[in-house]
């Protein structure tokens, strides 16, 4: 399967960190705009409580880790999980503190994560690098798997089109062909070296736009209710769900 042979495509992301890392920037998700506005809206949506009452977030795709520290200040007990071990060994180094843990592994599975674990699963921009629709059905299953009944999905800045491709996508094949993403070339983008922004070639890599009611559908057919949009511009929308069943009215 393409691009990493016998790895399956999602994994393409730890190439991205590595190429990054050699062009001398040290991390790349530091976009001060996008961290500020994610910590805004989760300070709006996290309870700030004591220890003692232990809630527990997971993230889900947490590449390196950016937003432990402020979740974990805010008394929540911390778990990242990211499928690149070059994302998660530069997370590991950024933290020191017991309430704060990152694990490599694949979040459509979870596979060292026991049921009704987490009071919230937080996924900043993961979700959309999911193409193929049975990776995605496998990835919402374990989200509700993990988290407590009654616990509460975040989806923050995942890619957003109203007029997105409508088809069932059964291969990441056929998602390069109908989207015409092509991660064989690389992409220039902005990144920042000692708080300074400099152009940097990277891997490109496929990612997969909803509209917003294929989002609700998608996230309510995995025993999810309460589909919230919280905000979305052009090409971004942030959501949460609760997990359960919404009542049959009779
Ligand atoms: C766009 S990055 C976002 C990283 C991080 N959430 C942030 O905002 O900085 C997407 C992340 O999802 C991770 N990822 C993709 N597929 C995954 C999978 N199946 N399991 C775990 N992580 C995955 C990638 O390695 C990457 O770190």
């Not at 993990?146 to 109203?162: C, D, Q, T, V």
């Not at 300074?196 to 995995?222: F, M, W």
């Amino acid at each position: 399967m393409r691009p990493d042979k016998g790895k399956p495509y999602y994994s393409a992301y730890d190439k991205r960190y590595k190429s990054v890392y050699s062009q001398g920037v040290d991390y790349w998700s530091s976009f001060p705009e996008v961290i500020e506005g994610v910590i805004t809206v989760l300070t709006s949506l996290l309870p700030v409580i004591s220890t003692a009452d232990n809630m527990k977030l997971i993230e889900l795709g947490c590449g390196e880790g950016c937003y432990a520290g402020h979740i974990s200040k805010m008394g929540i007990k911390y778990t990242g999980l990211d499928i690149s071990e070059t994302a998660v060994s530069k997370a590991k180094k950024r933290f020191d503190d017991r309430k704060i843990k990152f694990i490599s592994g694949d979040m459509t599975v979870c596979r060292e994560i026991k049921e009704n674990a987490f009071d919230f699963a937080l996924d900043i921009s993961s979700l959309h690098m999911l193409v193929v629709d049975q990776d995605r059905n496998k990835y919402l299953s374990t989200v509700e798997r993990i988290l407590k009944p009654g616990g509460r999905a975040i989806f923050l800045n995942e890619s957003y089109r109203e007029n997105s491709i409508k088809c069932r996508i059964e291969t990441y094949e056929q998602w390069l062909s109908i989207s015409g993403t092509d991660v064989d070339s690389s992409e220039t983008r902005k990144a920042f070296q000692n708080g300074l922004p400099i152009n940097i070639d990277i891997p490109r890599i496929a990612c997969r736009p909803k509209s917003k009611d294929q989002y609700r559908d998608e996230i309510l057919s995995h025993g999810f209710k309460n589909f919230t949009v919280l905000s979305h511009t052009e090409s971004s929308i942030s959501f949460t769900a609760i997990k359960g069943k919404n009542q049959v009215q009779s």
